[in-house]
């Protein structure tokens, strides 16, 4: 008798355990989704910025927004969305990885980004010079609007400090800056 209790127990048990293990709880990892990985749309944070040694106002000069991600299938965690399928968010300049100590000479980078919902990251970044100071700089009123005589093209010079000047603007409004 314990020996027939036994084994009917031990079949109840094994077929419990088998229906068990058949049962689909959830789609695992292996499973392919459809995801993308984001982009910058638009971009209003200047590539570079130069500034003399202790004349620093990076943190004024960023945007307060950045640049324009974009997703066109899994979209970002609030994103705006869109009739197009495209989903899009802001890129603030509170997404930033870390200012930089830009107290001394070099050159510095500062880094934003987003996730979408997959996870995947699009960053945008921008460089910073500082210059420090020259002992002879030379001619010291080099700023204004000059005509490159190859091409015609206007490019304007604005002085950062005595001897350091950076073109901006090159090419003008709606010209190529090196044709």
Do not use: H
Not at 102 to 119: D, L, M, R, S
Request: net charge negative; proline share 7%.
């Amino acid at each position: 008798m314990k020996n027939k209790i036994l084994l009917i127990s031990s079949i109840v048990t094994g077929c419990v355990l088998f229906s068990v293990s058949c049962n689909k709880l959830e789609e695992g990892d292996s499973v392919p989704r459809p995801t993308s990985i984001p982009y910058i749309a638009i971009q209003y944070i200047e590539p570079a910025y130069v500034y003399g040694l202790g004349n620093t106002t990076i943190f004024s000069d960023v945007p307060d927004v950045v640049a324009i991600a974009v997703d066109s299938i899994v979209g970002f965690e609030g994103g705006y969305g869109g009739k197009t399928g495209a989903d899009s968010i802001k890129v603030l300049k509170s997404d930033i990885l870390g200012w930089p100590d830009t107290t001394g000479i070099g050159g510095y980078g500062i880094t934003f980004e987003k996730f979408n919902k997959a996870n995947y990251k699009v960053t945008i970044g921008s460089n910073i010079v500082i210059a420090g100071a020259i002992a002879n700089p030379g001619p010291t009123a080099m700023e204004g609007t000059y005509k490159r005589t190859a091409n015609g093209v206007l490019i304007e010079l604005k002085k950062v400090f005595d001897g350091v000047y950076v073109i901006d603007n090159p090419g003008g409004a709606g010209v190529p800056p090196f044709p």
